[in-house]
């Protein structure tokens, strides 16, 4: 079974709109970190944002935001007003257990494009 | 600037010749990671060093090895049993838990190797 799965191979938005990727997780490991990276074009992995199995509220980073549903182990990323500059594509991963310097697990990746 | 390194860019290949890829980085960071990406996947785990002196085998090692004599350098040599090298490899690295930073110890990438096999 996948740990990291991304049903939505590519999204559409309009400039300025919201959206949200899609990322569930399968662990049994009570304790795990959630993260979301962007790949443009240019190859390089960006962090955005992380959400720990612990964390009491869901996490925010400037447009980022993370919805994070624990008992339906999904981790939406949510864009808000969203620009030209988000076009690429975004990665959700997860880090269990949440200790140490253990790899992360890299689900396959949305692809999305804004529109203007 | 703090940053990871990977050369060169582009790699081009003949079929049963070995190359290796360099990955260096000045964060001081302890652990460090080579990922593989194929087109239209996500990132796989080839290797990963916590420590200097000391590797462990990802879900795809076979084909691959690697070295961690410096802390700074992990560089990755993709042999010729390596049945389908031609892909894009990432490299990663992150702090010492506990050390300077957030909860998340997040791992920092470089801009990544596309190997072909001609």
């Known amino acids: 079974a996948q740990k990291i799965t991304q049903t939505q191979p590519g999204m559409f938005v309009q400039e300025k709109e919201a959206v949200t990727l899609d990322c569930t997780y399968d662990?049994?490991?009570?304790?795990?970190?959630l993260f979301w990276y962007k790949q443009p074009s240019s190859g390089e992995m960006i962090f955005l944002i992380y959400?720990?199995?612990?964390?009491?509220q869901n996490a925010t980073e400037g447009r980022y935001s993370l919805n994070f549903q624990k008992a339906r182990k999904s981790a939406n990323l949510v864009i808000s007003a969203s620009q030209l500059g988000d076009s690429a594509m975004y990665f959700c991963?997860?880090?269990?257990?949440?200790?140490?310097?253990?790899?992360?697990?890299f689900g396959k990746g949305t692809r999305l494009s804004v529109i203007a | 600037d703090g940053g990871i390194t990977q050369s060169p860019k582009y790699l081009f290949r003949k079929e049963g010749q070995n190359v290796t890829l360099s990955c260096e980085q000045n964060?001081?960071?302890?652990?460090m990671y080579w990922y593989r990406q194929d087109p239209g996947q996500g990132l796989r785990l080839i290797y990963y060093?916590?420590?200097?002196?000391?590797?462990q085998k990802g879900d795809i090692a076979e084909g691959y090895s690697v070295s961690r004599e410096k802390k700074e350098s992990f560089p990755l040599t993709v042999t010729s049993a390596q049945k389908n090298p031609t892909a894009f490899y990432l490299c990663?690295?992150?702090?010492?838990?506990?050390?300077?930073?957030?909860?998340?110890?997040?791992?920092?990438f470089g801009p990544g190797t596309r190997l072909t096999v001609l």
């Open positions: 990663a690295s992150s702090r010492t838990p506990g050390t300077s930073g957030g909860a998340s110890n997040e791992q920092f």
């Open positions: 662990t049994s490991d009570p304790s795990y970190g």
């Open positions: 959400q720990g199995s612990y964390d009491q």
């Open positions: 991963a997860m880090r269990e257990p949440n200790s140490g310097n253990t790899p992360l697990v």
């Open positions: 964060l001081n960071h302890d652990a």
């Open positions: 060093s916590q420590i200097v002196n000391d590797f």
